[in-house]
């Protein structure tokens, strides 16, 4: 998983300072770190789609407010 979402991230032009940092803790598989914010990354979520857009959502706020 973790080798795609940096993919997407190349893909997507994300910010270098984009970074996932691998938990393996219950269902939680990592978090998501951008601009001083982490987000969960789920690896069972109850609505795949919807975590995807959340994961989504929060890296395009933090980026806008990296941009001053």
């Known amino acids: 998983m973790?080798?795609?979402?940096?993919r997407i991230?190349?893909?997507?032009?994300l910010p270098q300072s984009i970074d996932v940092v691998p938990?393996?803790?219950?269902?939680?598989?990592?978090m998501l770190e951008l601009c001083g914010a982490t987000e969960?990354?789920?690896s069972t979520p109850r609505d795949a789609d919807n975590h995807a857009r959340r994961l989504l959502r929060f890296v395009a706020r933090h980026m806008h407010d990296g941009e001053g």
């Open 23 to 30: 938990v393996h803790n219950g269902h939680r598989w990592g």
């Open 2 to 6: 973790l080798g795609a979402i940096r």
């Open 40 to 42: 969960a990354i789920w």
């Open 9 to 13: 991230a190349v893909i997507c032009d």
